[in-house]
C-alpha cells in the first residue's frame, strides 16, 4: 500500500530530471501518473516522444499505471488535454506537479523579444494554464494537490531575466491559487530546489558557471552554486553533482501532495538533497511615516539614517 493508492497525479516536463524523479516516486508509492514531456530542447525547441514514452515504460515495469502525454504547457489548449488525459485514461485528477520548463538566457541588454516570450509562456503562463483547467475538477470534487517549482533564481542571477521575472511569478500564483482554492479543499506550495538536471547543469551551463561561481572549500555545490567550478576536474564535477541528484527533491514534492500535508498551503521550500527551507512571507523590515506626503528633501535627509 502506498500513501497516492487511488490518486492520480499529473507531472508536467516530467520526460527528464525533477519531473522524472517525481513520476516514478509517486508512482511507486500507488499512484496513477500521467507522463507529460514535450520532448524538447532545453531552450524548448524541437520534440521527442520518447522521454514520456520511456517513464511510462519504466513505471509499468514496476507494476504501476502510467499514461504519456506530449502537449506543450505553453498554449492553453496543450494544458487542457493534459488534464484531459488524466480524466480520460483514470477518471479523476488528485495532484498537479508543475515542472515543465525551459531556459534561453542572455544579459538583458542583448535579450530578444522571442527570448522573454518563450520563457514567460512556458514557465509562468504553463503553470497557470495547467493549474486553471485542474481546478476546475478540483473545485468540484472539493480536494487537490498542487505544488509548482519555482527556483533560486527567481530571487535574482546573472542572465536570467525572463527565467528569474517567470519564477518569481510563480511565488506570487502560488500564494494567490492558495488563497483562491482553500476553501475547496485545495493546497498549492511550491519549491526552489537545487538538483543536477540538464537545464541547470548541462556541460554549457556549466561553462557558465564557471566564470560566475564562488570558492566552496569543501568542493561541494551549495545554495548560491557555491564552487569553483574552474578548479574542479570534471570527475570531482561529476561527484558533486551525484550529490544533489534529482531523486533527493521529489520526495518533498510527494509530501506536500499528501492528506498529511493539507495544512500547508500557500508556502515555499527551498529543498536540494538531504536540505529543506521554509522561505519566510516577505515583510517590512524598517519604514518611516508622517502625516501627509513626504518631499524629495526629507527623504534625502531620512532614508540613509
Known sequence: ??????????????????GRAEALLFASEGAQVVVNDLGGGTD???????????????ITKAGGRAVANYDSVA??????????????????????VNNAGILRDRMVFNMTEDEWDTVQKVH??????CTRHACEHFRRQRSGRIINTSSQSGLGNLGQANYSAAKEGIVGLTRTVAMDMARYG??????????STRLLFSPGLIEGFKKKAEVAA??????????????MSDDQISAALDT???DFVAPLVAYLATDAAGNINGRTFYVSAGEIGLYSEPEIVSSISKDGAWTVEELTRLIPR
Request: net charge negative.
Open 186 to 195: 485545495v493546497t498549492v506550495n511550491c519549491i526552489r530546489p537545487l538538483a
Open 244 to 246: 544533489i541528484r534529482p
Open 124 to 129: 509562468l503562463y504553463g503553470h497557470f494554464y
Open 75 to 96: 498554449t492553453w489548449d496543450g494544458a487542457g488535454r493534459i488534464i484531459t488525459t488524466a480524466l480520460e485514461a483514470f477518471g479523476r485528477i488528485d495532484i498537479l
Open 1 to 18: 500500500m502506498g500513501v497516492f493508492d487511488g490518486k492520480v497525479a499529473v507531472i508536467t516536463g516530467s520526460g527528464r530530471g525533477l
Open 44 to 58: 524548448g525547441s524541437g520534440g521527442d516522444t520518447s522521454p514520456a514514452d520511456e517513464v511510462v515504460a519504466e
Open 218 to 231: 569543501d568542493g561541494s555545490l551549495g545554495l548560491n552554486f557555491g564552487v569553483q567550478l574552474n578548479q
